[in-house]
């Protein structure tokens, strides 16, 4: 059931994009934000300190980044433990983090092309996070600041795609996606989760698998 969720997780946050966006010029592209470096930092800073001290340092480093997704109010539900949590268990886990981080660009670019080849172009004026999500996803779409933002959590990648090929994260299934319609004046229709939508994808078959430090 894992694997099924996360197939649906690229293509239909993809198709929601193409809703919500103007028609895309030559110049769009999406932009890839990594944080990956932002949290290994706070880890390697706070590592001496005490909890409340390092709960303290993590929200000031880490609440003005991704346009909040690190802050409390988006999360308050045991966010002090699911901080400690997951720097306490951080330095176990760090080389392959960041593997994932020095990779991500390579494998994000054959999944986009193969979307926009059934699909048409992609386009969304917010950025694409690789960040590490404090346990909370491998990947999926996230209300920041009123806006839907694609997410990739590289935690969650280490856990749950350790040294497997990533096509199945990166290949979309829109069986659970509602159809969401665009203006009368726009010639294209998307999807979020929710509802089927009209048109499946063929499988992304030349994603590169993801090579984790063992």
């Known amino acids: 059931m894992r694997m099924l969720r996360t197939c649906l997780v690229f293509g239909a946050s993809m198709l929601a994009w193409t809703a919500m966006a103007a028609p895309p010029t030559a110049s769009d592209s999406l932009r890839l934000v990594d944080l990956t470096g932002e949290f290994d930092k706070v880890a390697a800073n706070t590592a001496s300190m005490d909890d409340q001290a390092k709960i303290a340092a993590f929200e000031k480093a880490m609440t003005p980044l991704a346009q909040g997704f690190y802050a409390r109010s988006r999360k308050p539900d045991r966010y002090e433990a699911k901080v400690l949590k997951s720097l306490q268990a951080y330095p176990a886990k760090r080389d392959k983090i960041l593997a994932v981080s020095k990779q991500f660009s390579a494998l994000l670019a054959p999944a986009r092309a193969s979307f926009e080849k059934a699909f048409g172009p992609v386009h969304s004026e917010q950025p694409v996070y690789l960040l590490h999500s404090l346990g909370e996803m491998d990947g999926g779409t996230r209300d920041l600041e009123g806006k839907d933002t694609l997410v990739f959590g590289a935690d969650g990648i280490v856990n749950y795609h350790d040294g497997q090929n990533l096509t199945p994260l990166f290949h979309q299934s829109c069986s659970t996606c509602r159809t969401k319609s665009r203006s009368a004046s726009a ?18 078959r030349s994603i590169p698998t993801l090579a984790i430090p063992r």
């Open 187 to 204: 010639s294209r229709s998307g999807a979020r989760c929710g509802k089927k939508a009209s048109r499946p994808m063929s499988p992304l």
